[in-house]
């Protein structure tokens, strides 16, 4: 581990050296290459440095320990040598942690998709609340979040929304809400007050350029219609609505959310290259079991990953069984407590092999 450390710590030391010269400056994209580096980089660099010093007391106090007859320097020493080893050992794990290998993806913009489940009308008006939570949960770390397509029940709710998020390290926060989400609660057309059960699923894309995945056009067929809305709202007199089907896979993908034909073809092909990428990452894994053992859960879109009770106002995460009784909060975009969770389980079945 330590053979590592003093690696990245000369690197970038090295890239300090490189960005301060007049020639890399001149070549801004090399320039801004090396900053990225660096700024990846940093966060470990500033914690080595920190833990050298921390090691640097401990050989200092215990040399006062040795040499010094001196009973009240002898006693700082000791409660200075005491503090020191402690906050080593911290932060010996916490570079651990630093050292994890990185999903590739984290600081990626997010396509996610909700999908109403199994339950009917209250299933799709349960997947309207988890696409406003998503929405709350953006608009709180002020990302920001364009929805590319919506096909709503007309009462309320949704059968299918995607949406684009962007903003840094959106993955990284929300590839854990990929699965099946299922709610109980009574619904409002429930005359007798029976506890219903329903599902929406949700999958979180990292949005992805043309250099990930190559789209060959001939294997993607486009077809044009005119877009529609409910009660004759948002019905265009021209072609705008652009529908795509990749022949190889026969995924299909439909935008009609811009008036303008070019830019819902854009749209769509940027969701295309999402999904082709997770079915490319899907069979990766699949063909890697051993490194699959080491993620949180399957990934498996019909695992239920999380329950909402709205009578006991509790939501509970079944992949780490944690359980919070903040409902209507966590439906408003309050999150991160279980996200955070989520991150250190990760993290900690990621230590185990580390």
């Not at 300090?16 to 966060?43: F, N, R, T």
């Not at 040598?81 to 990185?102: F, N, T």
């Not at 999903?103 to 009917?120: H, M, S």
Request: charged content about 35%; proline content about 3%; hydrophobic content about 35%.
């Amino acid at each position: 581990m330590f053979d590592k450390l003093d690696f990245i710590l000369e690197k970038y030391e090295e890239l300090s050296k490189k960005v301060s010269d007049p020639d890399v400056i001149a070549d801004q994209p090399l320039w801004q290459k090396h900053i990225k580096e660096m700024g990846e980089m940093e966060p470990i660099v500033k914690k080595y440095k920190e833990y050298k010093k921390a090691k640097e007391g401990v050989s200092e106090a215990k040399e006062i320990l040795e040499l010094e007859d001196d009973a009240e320097l002898r006693e700082m020493a000791k409660m200075e040598l005491s503090e020191l080893e402690e906050g080593i050992e911290k932060m010996e794990d916490e570079l651990k942690v630093l050292l994890l290998p990185k999903d590739p993806n984290d600081e990626k913009n997010v396509i996610l998709e909700v999908r109403a489940g199994t339950g009917g009308d209250e299933a799709a008006l349960f997947g309207q609340d988890l696409l406003r939570m998503y929405m709350r949960y953006a608009e709180r770390n002020r990302w920001k979040a364009e929805v590319l397509e919506i096909n709503d029940t007309g009462i309320g709710g949704i059968k299918e929304a995607v949406v684009l998020i962007k903003g840094k390290g959106a993955y990284s926060r929300l590839k854990f809400e990929s699965g099946t989400h299922r709610v109980q609660r009574v619904p409002e057309t429930e005359s007798s007050g029976r506890i219903h059960t329903s599902a929406a699923t949700v999958a979180v894309l990292p949005e992805v350029d043309d250099v990930d995945v190559e789209v060959n056009p001939n294997d993607v067929r486009v077809d044009v219609y005119r877009a529609s809305g409910n009660g004759g709202q948002c019905v265009n007199t021209t072609d705008s609505a652009v529908r795509l089907t990749h022949i190889p896979t026969g995924l299909v993908v439909t935008c009609q959310d811009e008036k303008s034909q070019i830019k819902n073809k854009e749209k769509a092909f940027k969701v295309l290259r999402a999904r082709l990428y997770d079915l490319m990452m899907q069979k990766q894994n699949e063909e890697i079991s051993a490194e699959r053992k080491s993620q949180v859960g399957s990934g498996d879109r019909s695992e239920r990953i999380r329950t909402y009770n709205f009578p006991q106002g509790r939501v509970t995460d079944h992949r780490i069984g944690l359980t919070l009784y903040k409902l209507e909060a966590i439906l408003d975009g309050e999150i991160d407590e279980i996200i955070d969770a989520m991150t250190t389980h990760e993290q900690a079945e990621k230590m185990k092999n580390f």
